[in-house]
């Protein structure tokens, strides 16, 4: 099981970091992903930590900073510079199925997901 928290409402150009963490198993070995939704919007990719590294979408890439504790069993998503544009829930997944770059992105590859959390971005 996985638990998103961090949330929260902050101003144009502020930072806040949202953490994950997991209950009853060891991410060691799983890739973890963030993901976002927007109202009215798709779901989308914002981040990924794989054994092959890090990876970002192109609208957080030099703002957003993910990483894993392994002995916590947990990941964080460092939001720094934040926009109106990043308001949504966040969802942190994850997979023990080895993703590669073509598919790290997909959030059908992912298995485990925990509950949401909003990020409120005001101008």
């Known amino acids: 099981q996985l638990q998103a928290s961090g949330g929260g409402w902050v101003q144009t150009g502020g930072s806040l970091r949202l953490s994950c963490a997991a209950s009853g198993r060891s991410l060691r070995s799983y890739t973890m992903g963030w993901f976002r939704q927007a109202p009215g919007k798709e779901r989308e990719f914002v981040a990924a930590s794989r054994p092959g590294g890090t990876n970002y979408a192109d609208s957080v890439r030099g703002r957003f900073f993910m990483s894993r504790d392994n002995g916590k069993d947990t990941v964080y998503l460092q939001m720094n510079s934040l926009k109106p544009e990043d308001t949504a829930v966040y969802y942190c997944?994850?997979?023990?199925?080895?993703?590669?770059?073509?598919?790290?992105?997909?959030?059908?590859?992912?298995?485990?997901w925990g509950q949401g959390t909003q990020v409120t971005v005001s101008s």
């Open positions: 997944a994850g997979t023990s199925r080895g993703l590669i770059l073509s598919t790290v992105r997909r959030s059908v590859e992912y298995d485990s």
